[in-house]
């Protein structure tokens, strides 16, 4: 397959974009009081259902006590990549990795903007505002590809007219079907995703890259159950209940190398 295919891949995230998208109004401002930072979302016509989503408005980039670097990482993708966020960036100066800010940024066609239009605005906004420059470096690192195992996939294709949504649930003390689960219980429903969409979520649960290798088409409905220490495992999980298999193996991962940032203009 090549290069591991997640969100830093160029034709996905390019440099600058022939057009230059722009939000409408932005502020960016440095938030000194003392607590735990937080982070946000940018909200598209196409954005998954979440309870995040559902408290920014449709149409903007909205983050509360957001480390700045952390920008950068959700701007391109690094939060859904293969490695840790914090993993997946390089060269991050002092000030960047320390300093939190509040950003509320608006499209101007906030109910038609996608997210990846907006994704696009916030980077063009980090090089406008932070003069962000960077590069790309591979590197090879221990990971896996994810195979159909010996029997048929045990999913089904997503309805035509379903939407994309996700549900994570680390589920300590939470109900699950009306049982109390242990806190090492996870559990996985994804509607409408497809096997790209499964790699990246797989790869922050197995700590490296995973390469879909499956060679299924279309997206799917999946529900995936496993316990950190009761088991089953979550190897055993997705052969069992998934009826694919991850297998070793080295793979390619790009990281985002910082060249030079500076501190915004705030407003």
Known sequence: MGILVFALLLHMFPLQAATPLSFEAASIKLNPELGPTSGG???????????????????????????????????YGLEDGP????????????????????????????PTATR??????????LVDRFKLRFHLQTKEVDGFSLVVDKSSPKFQLAKANSRRTLA??????????GTKN???????????????NLVIFLAGFVGGPVVDKTGL???????????????PSLFTAIKEQ???????QKAP?????????ERPTVN
């Open 168 to 177: 994570v649930f680390p589920a300590k003390g939470a109900e699950s079907g």
């Open 116 to 125: 990846d239009q907006l994704l696009q605005m916030l980077r063009n906004l």
């Open 182 to 196: 242990p806190p090492s219980f996870r559990e996985i429903k994804a509607q409408k995703y497809s096997m790209a």
């Open 83 to 110: 490695l840790p966020r914090n993993a997946m960036i390089e060269g991050v100066p002092d000030w960047f990795r320390k300093g939190i800010y509040d950003v509320n940024a608006k499209a101007e066609d906030t």
């Open 253 to 261: 991962v790009e990281y985002l190398v910082i060249d030079s940032v």
């Open 242 to 248: 998934l009826g694919l298999r991850l297998v070793p």
């Open 41 to 75: 979302s940018c909200h598209g016509i196409d954005s998954p259902n979440t309870p995040l989503m559902e408290r920014i408005p449709l149409g903007r980039c909205v983050f509360t006590r957001i480390l700045g670097y952390h920008l950068v990482t959700y701007a």
């Open 217 to 231: 088409e279309g997206d799917y409905d999946i529900d995936l159950k496993w316990d950190t220490e009761n088991g």
